[in-house]
């Protein structure tokens, strides 16, 4: 099974609200990430985990609060977003690239977000 | 630095045409891996082939092949016979032996198939 899911498809947020994005995987997989795509452009790295914990953020503003509760799930959580934040946010997951080797990375479908 | 560049940013062909997609990278690094990825217009990336710098050996996958040449910096992507659902937005991708899995991705081709 190479299926990431991820939850909600869309959503729609105020400025101030909270959301949070969810994304599970169940192939065994020990690093996952969150990649943000805006149109016509290729994904942007977000953050990376590894064995449940953060390897890579990519200089993330922090109204974005990633969290892997367990190897599975991972989480994206949102405070007080701008408009500019409007993007598709993917996620991904891949065998674990400490060992030095690049693994392929499956992805998720996405979320659709739109702050207003 | 390292760096990947599809050249094609849209490419339209009828039906079982072929068609081929160029990449080319950039990287000082002699141990890297090249990557395929294909994104319809549902959003959703799908994996489509990972080679490693050490692997010239083309590949062969029902429609698609991908010719991998280190001499010239290029990992480029055939569809043969293309069909309506090749339809997409395909993404060359390179990553590095760092144990850090940070793909850098090229900016994409739109490959149109009409009937």
């Known amino acids: 099974d190479t299926e990431v899911t991820q939850t909600p498809k869309h959503l729609v947020m105020g400025m101030t609200n909270k959301k949070s994005l969810k994304c599970e995987q169940h192939m065994g997989h020990r690093a996952m990430y969150w990649y943000k795509q805006k149109a016509k452009k290729p994904p942007e790295l977000m953050f990376v985990y590894s064995y449940e914990k953060l390897s890579i953020n990519e200089s993330v503003p922090s109204r974005f609060s990633p969290e892997c509760p367990n190897s599975s799930l991972l989480n994206l959580h949102l405070h007080a977003l701008q408009p500019e934040d409007s993007a598709l946010y993917l996620c991904?997951?891949?065998?674990?690239?400490?060992?030095?080797?690049?693994?392929?990375?499956?992805f998720g479908p996405g979320t659709r977000l739109t702050v207003t | 630095a390292q760096k990947v560049t599809q050249a094609q940013t849209e490419i339209s062909v009828v039906e079982k045409e072929d068609v081929t997609l160029d990449c080319v990278y950039e990287t000082r690094d002699t141990t890297y891996y090249l990557f395929w990825y294909k994104q319809p217009p549902s959003g959703e990336l799908v994996f489509l082939i990972r080679r490693n710098s050490f692997d010239e050996q083309n590949e062969i996958s029902g429609r698609y092949s991908w010719n991998f040449q280190k001499s010239t910096s290029s990992f480029n992507f055939t569809i043969t016979a293309s069909q309506v659902v090749d339809s997409a937005v395909y993404f060359c991708?390179?990553?590095?032996?760092?144990?850090?899995?940070?793909?850098?991705f090229g900016t994409g081709t739109r490959l149109l198939v009409s009937p």
């Open positions: 991708a390179l990553a590095m032996n760092t144990g850090f899995q940070k793909l850098v």
């Open positions: 991904a997951s891949s065998q674990d690239p400490s060992g030095g080797a690049s693994y392929e990375q499956y």
